[in-house]
């Protein structure tokens, strides 16, 4: 018989999701499989409250404006949605925290406030991943924990250190630290006049500071996207840029194909998988470009559908089993 478990889905609006791409949409998919009850609501929808009440009760801590979901994939009528409702999350056994970045202060926020409910047990939510650990481990910024799986890597403010490291490298990638999707990410050659410009335009507009990576010519073969469910890969795809396209994000025009995991793969996965596990970071879509690690993503790595196509597995039903190792005990 299945589990019967409560699970909301903190998410963009899902009347805009791609239901042939979107792994959120996977992910609830299965979990509507499993029999489990589905709730979602936007980030703008989450209330924190504290201290106590009449009658010297303590007030619900965490609620959020959500409405009962289920979903189907029918092109233009893949969801049916409830009436919306004021959840109690630390009702919910898992959240899964799927909104979009940017990595902002809005996102940081939302992390401070699922800490409240964040747990295993009466009056906790299991949070997926791990808020602290997401708000603690950008993508951008995590992967510089393991230098020896890297290339050349400088992040800073400093516009003289950037100039040195092109002079260094001749041929860097310059994006934007707290980016996601390809946004704002520029190739700049040896020869390139821009980079001035791009970075007095950059810091014009932002308080933050750039990355900035020496270019891999191994991109032109594919940009890999290695999920892994608790620390262990689960499948790949490579996404391979369009003609004339420095970057292969697929939101950019980049083309997801079949691809094996090379022992460098295997190797980068044992070297990062015990910090994911320990941190808590059960669905994590890694970025490897050649035998080089270049990102880590938590916050909501996408794959599953392109993975599950090719390789004919039920990834989404990994990391659902994942989750109920950690729900029962395990890690």
């Not at 042939?20 to 924190?48: C, H, I, K, P, W």
């Not at 959500?66 to 409702?85: F, K, N, T």
């Not at 950059?202 to 890999?224: C, N, T, W």
């Not at 996965?269 to 490897?288: N, S, W």
Request: hydrophobic fraction near 40%; aromatic fraction near 6%.
């Amino acid at each position: 018989m299945s589990r019967s478990l409560k699970i909301a889905v903190q998410m963009d609006p899902l009347s805009g999701i791609d239901i042939n791409g979107d792994s959120t949409f996977a992910l609830m998919l299965e979990a509507q499989a499993r029999g489990y009850d589905l709730f979602v609501y936007q980030v703008q929808g989450l209330s924190l409250r504290e201290g106590r009440v009449a009658g010297g009760a303590r007030a619900e801590r965490l609620t959020a404006r959500a409405r009962p979901a289920r979903v189907r994939r029918v092109a233009g009528d893949h969801a049916e949605l409830g009436e919306e409702q004021v959840l109690d999350l630390s009702a919910m056994d898992v959240i899964l925290m799927r909104q979009d970045p940017p990595f902002d202060m809005a996102y940081i926020s939302a992390t401070h406030m699922l800490e409240h409910v964040h747990g295993i047990g009466p009056g906790k939510a299991l949070v997926v991943n791990d808020p602290e650990s997401v708000r603690n481990a950008p993508e951008k910024l995590l992967v510089t924990h393991f230098p020896d799986l890297m290339p050349p890597t400088l992040v800073t403010w400093d516009v003289l250190a950037i100039r040195e490291f092109r002079a260094e490298w001749r041929d860097i990638i310059v994006k934007p630290l707290f980016g996601n999707g390809g946004a704002g990410v520029f190739r700049i050659r040896e020869d390139d006049e821009n980079l001035n410009s791009l970075l007095e335009m950059h810091f014009a507009r932002s308080r933050e500071p750039l990355m900035i990576q020496r270019y891999e010519p191994a991109v032109r073969r594919g940009d890999k996207r290695i999920i892994l469910a608790d620390g262990v890969p689960i499948g790949a795809i490579n996404r391979v840029p369009a003609q004339g396209e420095a970057r292969s994000n697929m939101h950019v025009g980049g083309r997801a194909v079949k691809v094996e995991l090379s022992p460098r793969d295997r190797e980068i996965c044992e070297a990062i998988g015990p910090m994911l596990r320990e941190k808590g970071l059960i669905f994590v879509g890694i970025d490897v470009i050649g035998d080089w690690l270049t990102e880590i993503n938590v916050t909501s790595p996408t794959g599953l559908q392109e993975i599950d196509r090719f390789d004919g597995i039920n990834s989404a039903g990994l990391i659902w089993d994942c989750i109920l190792r950690r729900l029962d005990g395990g890690v």
